[in-house]
């Protein structure tokens, strides 16, 4: 019955099909696949099982290569470490560039009384989220394809039998995700439908209200498997980070602050004549 109503309330919401044409410059920005590593090659943990194998995971677009965001991660000391479902690189935009949170802007249409998430400067604004089979089709050595292989095709695995969920943990109170065509995705389930493996996109809207307190603005997710059949595991825990600005006095503002400082200035000096 709750997977009926996930599906229902995701189908009803927006629709995920996919196009092989659909890349960066459309919006995407970010690929599911499965992690087809078996053991961890180097560092303090080499030889041990690779955690994340089997596991769905969330690809960043880096070019000519994919960084997994939010991977399940070793801590403590070998042979025997601990296991936590998340790990250092896990927030958008990456801790490591010192990249300020995306910022919210001034929406329209749909989002005309909210402020909204869109395509800018940064990388990591190009928020869609594709199948990784999405560029198998590309002819050999474009852009798409060398992503596609990278890793010595660690990523690039079929996906079928497998159906997507994207599962909302935590979100700041405020914050919405929806798509262009419905503010509030996740308003009736924690958990909505990506789509089938092999074959599906979503261009998420991230919002808040228009006279929402400046700040960071936060949402958490993880990628689940809706199939109980399916031999991939869900994913670690992910971020999305985004700021809203305080702001800016309109000229006639600073016109009445400048005055009121004249006329504080002038009674003090008055008081101390």
Do not use: C
């Amino acid at each position: 019955m709750i997977l009926k109503r996930i599906v229902f309330a995701a189908l009803a919401a927006v629709s995920f099909a996919a196009s092989a044409q659909v890349r960066h410059d459309e919006g995407i920005g970010f690929y599911v696949g499965f992690d087809a590593l078996s053991t961890v090659a180097s560092g303090g943990y080499a030889g041990l099982p690779q955690i994340n194998n089997n596991r769905l995971t969330l690809l960043l677009d880096h070019g000519d290569h994919f960084h997994g965001i939010g991977s399940y991660s070793y801590v403590g000391p070998a042979p025997f470490p601990g296991v936590r479902d998340t790990n250092a690189n896990n927030r958008i935009p990456e801790i490591s560039t010192l990249e300020p949170p995306l910022p919210l802007s001034a929406g329209s249409g749909l989002y005309a009384s909210r402020l909204r998430s869109s395509v800018g400067a940064s990388e990591y604004s190009h928020l869609g989220i594709a199948s990784i089979q999405s560029l198998s089709t590309f002819a050999p050595g474009t852009d798409e394809d060398i992503l596609f292989h990278s890793s010595s095709n660690r990523w690039s695995g079929s996906l079928t039998g497998v159906t997507v969920g994207l599962q909302l943990i935590n979100a700041t109170p405020g914050l919405k995700i929806g798509s262009e065509s419905v503010v509030d995705l996740f308003g009736l389930s924690n958990t909505i439908l990506l789509g089938h493996g092999n074959t599906f996109e979503f261009k998420p809207v991230y919002s808040v209200a228009a006279d929402a307190m400046p700040g960071t603005y936060s949402a958490e997710f993880k990628l689940v498997s809706l199939n109980p059949a399916s031999p991939y595991g869900d994913s670690g825990r992910f971020y999305f980070d985004f700021a809203v600005a305080a702001p800016v006095p309109e000229p006639g503002a600073y016109m009445m602050m400048l005055a009121g400082l004249m006329f504080l200035t002038v009674a003090a000096r008055r008081r101390r004549g």
